[in-house]
Each structure stands twice: as structure tokens, then as C-alpha cells.
């Protein structure tokens, strides 16, 4: 319960990295503000969720729409929250765990949004996944692979997941841009080796799916970009969550 309110709370803020990042603007200053009207928002405007809510979606000031994805980040980093925490309990591993699906959130959304991974956020999180591979909580059903998997594996890790998501980009020069191979350095970073080939894996597989559903249904063409980098930052909190089990079960 702590944790999700948590959650909604780091939500709100990530919103604020994720409409600001893009656009080079501070994420501190100035306060939280309708992008309509300019009105500083006051508290009652900024509670999580339930400002949407009795607000109807709408600024209470000059009744301009507020985007759907507020709430829904909010809501979708509570319940991560709560569950990350029901998963690995209090711990040095919850404290990476959180860290790491905030920021893939909004690399998710960003993403989604603009079709842009930006340098600013990859690069702070590379040394930031270094500084935590040097960490090795009590391996409990773990075993060699992520957490406490030693800066080497880390590494490894790193230079596979840069050079796995390179080969289309060289072979094809299509599909991905060098966002998408410095996030995939990123998250061979995160999973270590040998986990980092699942994550890339799961992203193609997915993506390709999700592409294939698009164009049968016409919701998009040939042309139309697919943003990897979504897929990437959903198969990685997926491989650091379940990929050992994944990666038992296959072999
Ligand atoms: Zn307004």
C-alpha cells in the first residue's frame, strides 16, 4: 500500500520528465503548470489519479484537456510499484528494481510519444546500471544471472546488447536508429550476459508481432515507424523480473 502510493507520486513526476525531457526544459523549474493556460497548478490540481478524476480530464482553470497518459502513468507506476515490492521485498534489490522501472517508463513513453530515445537519460543510466552491478544482494533463488551479477557479467552484457541491436542497423541500415542500439547497450547493462540475448529477443519477437498485428488490421503501413525502443524497455523489465525462469524453461 506504501508502495503504490509511492508509486503514484513517482508517477506524477516521471509525467513531468516525460513532457519536459523532449522539449530541453528543466524538469525543477518552473512548478507544474497547464500547458494551455499557464496557470501554476495548485495542490488539488497534482494529486495522482484523482485530479483526473473529479477534474473530468479537464484543466480546471480553462477546461482544456489534460492528456489520458497522466493518470495512466500514475496508476501503471502504483501498481508497479506494489508489485515490485510484493515480488522481491524490502531489500537493496527492490531499490534497483524501482530505480529501473522508472526510468524505462520513461523510456517506454518517450518513445511512444516522439520516437526518440534521448542521450540524456541513456548515458546517466548506463553509469548508473555500472554502479549497481557492483552490488550483490543475497542471491536467494538466483543464481548466476541478474541481480548480483558482477560488474564482468554487466559488462558483457553491454558491448552483446550494443552489438546484437547494431547488426540490422548495419546489415538493413532500417529499422532502428543508434537510440535503439545505445538503449539495447543500456539494458545488457541492466540484465547482464547471458540474460541482456533474451531481452533483445523478446523486443524483436514482440515487436514483430505487435508490426504484424498493426498492418493486417491497416492501423498503420509498411512505412509508418515502429518504436523499438518500447518494446526494449518492456522486454528488459521482463527479463530482469522473470528471466531466469524464461531462460531455464528454454534450455
Ligand atoms: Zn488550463
Redesign the pocket.
Known amino acids: 500500500m506504501v508502495f503504490a502510493l509511492l508509486g503514484l507520486f513517482v508517477g506524477s513526476f516521471l509525467n513531468v520528465c516525460i513532457d519536459r525531457l523532449p522539449r530541453r526544459q528543466s524538469i525543477i523549474n518552473p512548478p507544474s503548470h ?1 500547458p ?4 501554476k497548478l495548485g495542490i488539488l490540481d497534482l494529486v495522482p489519479i484523482f485530479s483526473y478524476l473529479w477534474l473530468r480530464g479537464r ?6 484537456r489534460i492528456p489520458i497518459r497522466l493518470p495512466i502513468v500514475e496508476g501503471v507506476t502504483g501498481f508497479l510499484f506494489a508489485f515490485l515490492y510484493w515480488k522481491s521485498g524490502l531489500g537493496i534489490e527492490l531499490g534497483i528494481l524501482l530505480a529501473y522501472s522508472s526510468l524505462l517508463t520513461v523510456i517506454f513513453v518517450i518513445d511512444l510519444e516522439n520516437q526518440l530515445i534521448l542521450d540524456k537519460i541513456t548515458y546517466p543510466a548506463m553509469l548508473l546500471a555500472l554502479a549497481f552491478s557492483f552490488f550483490r544482494p543475497e542471491l536467494r533463488s538466483f543464481s548466476f544471472f541478474w541481480p548480483g551479477l558482477g560488474v564482468e557479467s554487466s559488462l558483457i552484457g553491454g558491448v552483446f546488447g550494443l552489438a546484437l541491436m547494431a547488426l540490422p542497423f548495419i546489415l538493413y541500415r532500417r529499422g532502428m536508429g543508434m537510440g535503439d542500439v545505445k538503449l539495447a547497450a543500456l539494458v545488457g547493462l541492466m540484465t547482464g550476459f547471458p540474460l541482456v540475448i533474451l531481452a533483445v529477443l523478446l523486443a524483436w519477437i514482440s515487436g514483430g508481432l505487435v508490426a504484424g498485428i498493426l498492418l493486417a488490421f491497416k492501423i498503420k503501413g509498411t512505412k509508418d515507424p515502429i518504436p523499438s525502443g518500447t518494446f526494449l524497455a518492456v522486454s528488459a523489465m521482463v527479463t530482469l523480473l522473470w528471466g531466469e525462469a524464461i531462460w531455464q524453461w528454454y534450455l
Do not use: G, M, S, V
Open positions: 497547464c494551455a493556460c499557464n496557470r484543466c480546471r482553470y480553462c477546461r482544456a
